[in-house]
């Protein structure tokens, strides 16, 4: 690897990083920056947590006991945005900032300053939204979903701060994708083709083409709602010759990709981590670079499935259905390719092997019930259930957040210089484990038998399943305090790591040294 | 990457792909009628109807009626009959009953959908009410006739139909003229 410029301290040119707050506000360094991401989606990460363990109080017993049901509508509207746009997606920002450019060999982003515009905005845009937990009227209380007229004509009045806080994160999201399109594109080391790119950095590239194509769709909606209230059109009020089953449309649109940009980071995080505690090379690299594009295609025909029940053509309803099903060939082999790479590999269960090993079963478990969804007329029964619940937790707990805890816990080395306790990180993993599926495995099974989502109150025959449910996410939601524990007791010391603290790592990251220094690649790296 | 375009090229051409996807979200709103109007789905009528059909005498379609009144919508509004029986091709009338009660002056919109879907297309409206605003004074009754006529191509399977209206107040946005009545 090319030189790198660790000692400094000419008053001419500053190397490292500048002394005190503004350090942070200015920073227009990708490591700072991509620290920043990390930190503010783990304090939303806990803020969404915090509802939903008011979510999870109230539901411990049927009736009503701590919250009323209007407050009760707030938090799961609110635990639902906050972890959506809060808390996954800037977690993924910020290891797309952190570990694009050090593994495709890049100085920094493309886009520096714009990077610190684009975190930047997001403090702002929650600050806004969790706001209208204080005004008279509420937060937001119709569903992460906001379906009009819900939104619109019953909403409270703090829905306009709702919508420009929406405009803000996606305005953040766009910018960030657009980032990283660049660097990608534009900065690779020399030698470093498409096609031996990690594939955490071509995960990632497809997501921000999702986010780029998406995004915009997702402020149209929300700009129509804007004017639906304050500027007297109709676009989702029949009274004026609207629709709101078109909002449906529009959101889910924007909505069903936006699940999968919630977890094709993810994919690509346990691809870089299964052949590293495999010691063997991926299986299959190529089919996985063409089941991720795939999976991105397919997600654009695929949005009236969240629609079934609302009056769409038998027609309409067949090619929904076949088409979502069809996700299941490019997800198979994503889930195939994981478990081939494994075969007869020289297996170790690390903390980040073994949540990207959960990753993998509980991943598909979410899979196969979103496959049971997938059937329309089953969803007729399903849906607005407690299975619908237990499906999207399945994969976005499982998934989305696992995949994050696994790529965390494989890179802090990198970030901090520390190995973390490999004890408390294995303890983290199984009270995560045990915890997630106590709380939402028990979902199908009350949903399945009928209890409605998003209802505070629920039928006395729920009453056992649900006191199981809640006791595991106070697990959950405890243990992700310890988490934090883990982090900054490694920030503060533990045994000091080399530069390739995994054995069975590959790629460009693990040839700077731990902790990777304020500026890596100023020259490129040579990639044969 | 020598072979990559410029940064500056890159960027300008992502920014063209969100402008362009912000436009086609708007765009979805058109795209949506004309498939609405196209496939006759969500249960839309079409506008005023003005042809005519031959009545077919062997067949008859139950049409029930429905009007529901929006939150906060005081008026009166209902059906004269619940339901009718109907010819394919011949012209049947029903008259709705909508009486403003508050003391004031108020504009109503109703807006029809037909169930099931399918038969959306096949559901001809001569004259409605409903292609209007209403605007009643206080206390004023009036009745409304909507006609139609079921198309002769209707699909087999459907035996009955249910109209319903569902009324809207929209004297925020179309104030009515009061009138002076003179006491």
């Known amino acids: 690897m090319s030189a790198v410029i660790d000692d400094h301290g000419h008053a001419d040119h500053a190397h490292g990083p500048a002394k005190g707050l503004m350090r942070w506000v200015l920073t227009t360094n990708h490591k700072d920056i991509g620290t920043l991401y990390l930190w503010f989606a783990f304090c939303m990460f806990l803020l969404g947590g915090s509802f939903a363990m008011v979510i999870r109080a109230e539901l411990f017993q049927p009736g009503l006991q701590i919250v009323q049901p209007e407050f009760f509508n707030q938090m799961t509207t609110m635990h639902g945005l906050v972890m959506v746009f809060g808390a996954v997606m800037p977690a993924f920002v910020g290891l797309a900032n952190w570990m694009i450019p050090l593994m495709v060999g890049a100085p920094d982003m493309a886009l520096p300053r714009m990077n610190n515009f684009s975190f930047w905005l997001l403090p702002a845009a929650f600050l806004l939204l969790v706001s209208t937990l204080f005004t008279p009227g509420g937060g937001p209380n119709f569903g992460w979903t906001f379906y009009a007229p819900l939104s619109t004509t019953y909403a409270p009045e703090s829905v306009t701060f709702f919508i420009f806080a929406i405009h803000l994160m996606g305005i953040s999201s766009i910018m960030g994708a657009i980032n990283v399109v660049a660097t990608i594109l534009n900065l690779r080391a020399p030698g ?337 | 990457m020598a072979d990559s375009i410029s940064l500056k090229k890159l960027v300008t051409r992502l920014l063209l792909v969100v402008v362009a996807m912000f436009v086609f979200g708007f765009a979805l709103v058109p795209i949506y009628d004309v498939m609405c109007k196209a496939f006759g789905i969500n249960g839309k009528t079409g506008g005023q109807y003005a042809g005519e059909q031959v009545v077919d005498t062997s067949r008859q379609v139950r049409v029930q009626f429905l009007s529901t009144n929006t939150a906060d919508m005081p008026w009166d509004f209902y059906p004269k009959h619940d339901e009718l029986t109907a010819n394919p091709g011949a012209v049947n009338e029903m008259v709705f009953i909508a009486r403003n009660p508050t003391d004031k002056p108020m504009s109503a919109q109703a807006v029809p959908s037909i169930a099931p879907s399918n038969a959306a297309a096949f559901f001809h409206k001569t004259e409605c009410f409903c292609f209007t605003q209403q605007v009643l004074q206080p206390g004023e009754q009036i009745e409304m006739p909507v006609r139609f006529i079921v198309d002769r191509d209707m699909p087999k399977e459907v035996k009955h139909l249910t109209l319903s209206y569902t009324l809207f107040d929209i004297t925020a946005r179309h104030p009515p003229v009061a009138v002076n009545t003179g006491g």
């Open chain 1, 192 to 528: 470093m083709t498409l096609m031996k790119m990690p594939l955490f950095v071509w995960t990632w590239l497809i997501t921000a083409f999702l986010l780029i194509a998406v995004m915009p769709v997702l402020a149209g909606c929300v700009t129509m709602m804007l004017m639906d209230i304050h500027f007297g059109t109709s676009f989702f009020s029949a009274a004026g010759g609207g629709d709101p089953v078109l909002f449906q449309h529009v959101f889910w649109f924007f909505g069903h990709p936006e699940v999968y940009i919630m977890i094709l980071p993810a994919f690509g995080a346990v691809s870089q981590i299964i052949p590293t505690f495999a010691r063997k090379p991926l299986f299959g690299y190529t089919s996985m670079v063409y089941a991720t594009a795939s999976i991105a295609f397919l997600s654009f025909i695929v949005w009236a499935h969240h629609m079934f029940v609302v009056g769409i053509p038998l027609v309409g309803e067949l090619f929904f259905m076949y088409a979502t099903m069809l996700i299941a060939v490019p997800t198979g082999v994503k889930v195939f390719n994981w478990a081939s790479t494994m075969w007869q590999g020289s297996m170790t269960f690390e903390t980040p092997m073994l949540f990207a090993v959960a990753f993998v079963i509980l991943f598909s478990i979410g899979g196969f019930s979103g496959l049971m969804l997938a059937i329309a007329p089953a969803d007729f029964q399903y849906q607005d259930t407690y299975f619908v619940v237990a499906h999207f937790h399945y994969v976005l707990v499982p998934g989305a957040i696992f995949g994050i805890f696994a790529s965390a816990y494989y890179w802090l080395p990198k970030w901090t210089g520390h190995m973390y306790d490999e004890t408390l990180g294995k303890l983290h993993f199984w009270l995560s484990f045990v915890g997630m599926n106590l709380t939402f495995f028990p979902m199908h099974f009350v949903g399945l038998a009928g209890m409605p989502r998003r209802i505070p109150d629920y039928n006395l025959q729920f009453a056992d399943f649900n006191m199981v449910s809640s006791i595991g996410a106070f697990m959950f939601g405890a243990t992700q305090i310890f988490f934090l524990f883990i982090v900054i007791k490694t920030i503060r010391g533990g045994a000091p790591a080399p530069a390739k603290p995994w054995d069975g790592a590959e790629g460009l990251e693990w040839s700077v040294p731990s902790p990777a220094p304020y500026h890596t690649f100023t020259t490129p790296p040579e990639v044969k």
